[in-house]
């Protein structure tokens, strides 16, 4: 097991007092495995990510254990944590456009974590900077490592960041919503880039995105978040397959559909994101399905493959009640 | 950057050539001229008119300003009226002091500006910060001619650490260097808060973009990503205020020269403009706003070759 | 206690001080009793008197008449003058907008105080060619400063409907941008008229300011470091003062800043 969060609570500072943004999460990776964690906004799973690198907010407090490798890094010192970061974990984020340093040329910023980790000469790195260029089916990577961030394409400069992702060869990669600022056309093709790296190097891949289409597309397994609870993991065929959790079938309800009839309503989920309970089911407030049981937690289902629905309405065969 | 340099210095050269129109239009404007100065209330007009004419100062604006340009670019400034002597060697002692008294204090500034600002950015809303921004605010307030006086005061009269005032001339390097310890500092101290508060504000912002959180995803410490990306970044507006702010270094320079009795340019034109000694004024007043305009065409092309997007422009 | 209160608290202790001064102070400001002079700081003289004998107390508080004098009517000036300049650059834009904009910037470069030497030494010195001189100096600031919020006020969408509706620019600069740019003029004007605070001082210290029997605070620390080595405590309260103004007004800028700020104000 490359990658085992356990049981994760996060708790973060905020001006009042302290929020509790993540609630008991538990997901696991394997080597060459991607997941894929799909949630809206508020949903915790960029702060699941965050926590993964070690890059939480000041005042953040973290408990359960985050083992990487083995290695519960949930609480390892910042120093051996760096030496991490870049190298063994690295992270794509959401903007592209605001990413790289606007005064650096790009091979440069490619090379810093070579240099970095792995102690290579300028030119060494400079070399390497290029082939990683090329690898990420960059044209003409010897002059775009020669130039400046804002002569790039917001495409470009996404493949630049996971040029830079994977610069030392690391296990785990997270992707936090890397397609969400991209044009369609381009999505597609950064994930299949990142795909078929993922495929040639064992790499493993943790996919967060609020878009379904995408992590089907992309992901072996799904986690479904809400509120900063997991409601319902497994493979996505089983999961998105038999939308079995109220929250699972709700998402995929609400997906416009094309050529579907018009003058229909999109269904959309009644009240706001906002209104997640800290006690019990996080969705209770919004569950077309709730009982008054499901204030109290609900328990964790765990059907065959390793799908595990958290709602007290699935029984132990799969149906829903 | 080439280009972008190349099209700086020309539009330098035509802002200098502007300025030194309106300082020679401006002087004209003022009432009496030198011989009248020179040889007193009582003279007779004759007498008056007949200097006038030996100094040339009978002849149309134009030619006058013609000579006056055409000799400066030969290095001949003119002859002084109240000194009856060259004028180049005469600014050009009073400069050996202005300019190195100028530059320390520039670097004080920039030294203070770097370590505390950094710091007070990096440790933002701590007490360190607080501390810093309470003294940058004093600074701002503390005239620079009483910080001087105080100094006099604490280093001088107190503990006979520093000299008073006065400059022993550049023979003695060392006792001209510490006759300067003082003046620099009081002339550095406004210019030190200023750029202090600069230069943690663009720092704060610079530490808040995204490619912040790239570097630090890439495994960089907290220090290394601050000196390597924020700060590259942050320095445009602070190296833009530097050089907005020279002009008051300079007049700030002018005050501090009279607090510490030192022989520079300040006094000099201080003096020149009670004598009617309009042609010393002339050239002084263009020294002082040619370096001013020097350091924002500098700063301009500086802060272009650190951020490749301005030279677009 | 915020900047804005304790700014403001700095600022109405300065507005006291002048008028209190207008109707008493402990002695005459000039009254010359050499006698009594050197004194320390005692019963019969608060803060001690100078070397003519004259009240430092008394003179503190009618320093803080001529500071404010030239404050306000050199801030004034550069109002004046400079909102016009700048409201007229942005509404009529074209060539004399870059000609105002060149103008402000080569303004820039030249240092104010070599403007107001040369003003005072030139026309004589005094009181008057002294806030002359700052108030001039302060007119480049305010046009840039109402020009580039003009225009971004210009930009907005209710200004295209009032002049689809047929507003003229004078009615439309009136209604719309000025009230709109208030709140940065407002701040700048107080970081202007502590500027013009220790413009005054140090012209009043090079003896191009205010003349004898006017008091200053600047020419109080002329006075003094005359007499640094008999009496330095006299260099004290003058600088003090100064400071305990510009700190005052900057923290008060400051202060107004935050709360004028329409970003911060939303949150409330």
New interface residues.
Partial sequence: MLLDIDNLIIDLAVPGGVKRVVRGVSLAIEAGQSLGVVGESGSGKTITALAVMGLLPEGAKVSGAIRFAGRDIARLAESEMRKLRGDRISMIFQEPMTALNPLIRVGDQVAEPLRLHRGLSRAQAGEAAVRLLARVQLRDPERLARAYPFALSGGERQRVMIAIALACGPQLVIADEPTTALDVTVQAKILDLLASLSAESGLAILLVSHDLAVIARHCRRVLVMYGGAAMEEGPVEAVLGKALHPYTRALLAARPKLGGPRGVRLAAIPGQATAAASEGCAFVERCPLALPVCRREPPAVTLEDGHVVRCVRVTPQGQLT | MLSYAARRLTILVA?LG??SL?VFA?LEV??GNAAETMLGASATPETVAALAHKLGLDQPFGARYLSWIGGALHGDLGQSYAYNSPIAPLIGAKLAVTLPLTAFAMLIAAGVALTAGVYAADRRGKSGDLAIMGFS??G????N??FG??L??TFA?RWRLFP?GGFPGWGDPLAALKALVLPALALGLVQAAILTRVTRSALVEALG???M?????????RRRALWR?AL??AAPPILTIAG?QF??L???A??IE??FVLPGLGRL??QS??NRDVLV?EDC?ML??GP??LV?TGVDIVAAA????LR?A | MNTLRLGAICVGVLILAALLSLMWTPYPPAAIDVPHRFALPSAAHWLGSDSLGRDVASEILAGARVSLLVGVIAVGIGVGFGVALGLLAASVKGWLEDAVMKASDFAFAFPALLLAILLTSTYGPGIVNAIIAIGVANVPVFAKLTRAAGNSVLEREYVLAARAAGRGPTAIAFEHVLPNIAAPLIVQATIQFAIAILAEAALSYLGLGAQPPMVSWGRMLADAQTWLYTAPRLAVFPGLAIAFSVLGLNLLGDGLRDALDPKLRARR
């Fill in positions: 802002t502007f300025a309106i401006a003022l009432p605010q004093l701002l307030a503390i005239p001619f009483w006086i105080l006099v005061l009269v008073s973009e995204d490619f959180r790239t570097a630090r995803a890439k495994g960089l410490t990306h590259p970044n907005l002009s008051s300079i007049a700030g002018v005050v009279n607090v034109i201080f403009i009670s004024v007043v002082l706003a001013v305009i924002n650190i951020d490749p997007r677009a």
